[in-house]
């Protein structure tokens, strides 16, 4: 006689009762078991190879409320023909859509469902409403609608015709389909075998209580055994979002280097964000089809009048800088308007105004706004990180140590640097990283040293080493995705599976 757990022996004599083949339900339901107990039986004894759990998917389907009101009322098509009908076979659509108690929401979709079912057409040039062909009193997808009125249905047990009309009321968003799969659990030659020989339960205890304990009736009952190795549910913890990980990261770094975090305002003035880094009033970048300029208010203030007149006689002959600056007229009303920050300089430039004397180390990581297209690659808003170091006799040598080491910390160790060239700053350079997977190099952040046309007019006199990139490149690399709008889809499954940055 075969001896098995309570609550398997009770599972295997209901389906045994049921005919030996039963569903996951049925037992539930004459067992009072709840269904984890009765799955967690049927596992146990599927491995002694007493029973066989088969698994059916199944489709079932629904009304959603915009099916019901169909049900209920009838199809905006079907009301509108029926309406047309008692007008003769021919009406102006007003006349039709008024007889027939139309919604006005609804009207497009019958005009469009009377052309595909070639019941009727609209005379555009006279708006009148024409009898095109002979409706059946019933089409298939009104039958499902009626069906699905009284109660939901699984589609394989559907007849073939309504099983079509699936398609067509889900197209036409109204239904609610759901996935399900259903257990059947059938007793195999061995289990049949076994319960002919003979089966009984034995009670075991799954809990050690203080009763158990203090009674000492422990030694005498039977546990259960616990398989130990056994895989447990997945579980998804709270966790900061993969981007702020990654963020948080690179804020740590920079922090452990020895830099201070600087914020700035995201709505900005042309001042600062172009202005001050020596850009021409007239340079494309500055156009609105790069640029997001506020509609209310307009414009924004200027700093004090000395930097002011500074940056101005830089533009226009280069003032004591050395340079023949722009050669025009600088005008201090396009300075004045307000923008969304194109780039996060915008901020250390501000901060260089305000901090003259060496030294400073401050960085900055934040969001940045440009009119762009939004594609696998680009996005309209995103993070930029950005960072100076002023000081005597710095160079542009001190400046990719530093970012070498920036790199390194943060796991990518196979970056190098070649001259380039960028608006502000001489000389230039750009930092790249090989990826090994793709056996390519990617561009990872522009840097230099700001030309005197930048430090000069804010009255700064020594070296400022600058550098600048957009983040989202670096966090595709980090996290190896090939499309950056994933990173903000909220898709929760690519979220959970996304492992914690380290």
Known sequence: MIKLRENEYKTLLIIKRLG????????????????????????????????????????????????????RRG??????????????????LEKAVKKAKLEKQFIPIALGWLKRKNWAVLDVKTNTLQLSGKPKKEEADEELLKLLNEKKRVVEDLPLELQSAVKILKRRKLLKIEEKTKRIIEITDTGWKTIKKGIRATA???????????????????????????????????????????????????????FTEIRGPIVETAFWNFDALFQPQDHPAREMHDTFYLAYPKTGRLPKKSIVNRVAKTHEDGWKTGSTGWRYHWNPEEAKKLILRTHTTATTIRYLADHEKPPIKVFSVDRVYRNEKMDYKSLAEFHQIEGIIMDKNVTLRDLIGTLKEFYLKLGLKRVRFWPSYFPYTEPSAQSTFHVPKLKKWFELCGMGVFRPEVTAPLGVKYPVLAWGGGLERLIMLKLSVDDIRLLYKNDLDWIRRTAVCQ
């Open 20 to 71: 030996g083949k039963a569903s996951a339900e049925q037992i539930t339901s004459e067992s009072g078991l709840p269904d984890a107990t009765v799955m967690r039986a049927a596992l146990a004894l599927q491995e002694k190879n007493l029973v066989r759990i088969l698994e059916e998917k199944r489709t079932i389907v629904e009304l959603n409320d915009e099916g019901k009101f169909h049900a």
């Open 75 to 92: 199809l905006p098509e079907r009301r509108l023909i029926n309406a047309l009908i008692s007008l003769g076979g021919r009406a102006p």
């Open 204 to 258: 075991e205890v799954t809990q050690l209580t203080p009763e158990l304990i203090i009674t000492g009736k422990w030694r005498k009952v039977k546990f259960t055994r616990f398989d130990v190795t056994a895989p447990g549910p997945v579980v998804y913890p709270a966790k900061i979002h993969p981007v702020q990980q990654i963020i948080q990261r690179v804020k740590e770094i920079f922090t452990e280097m020895g």
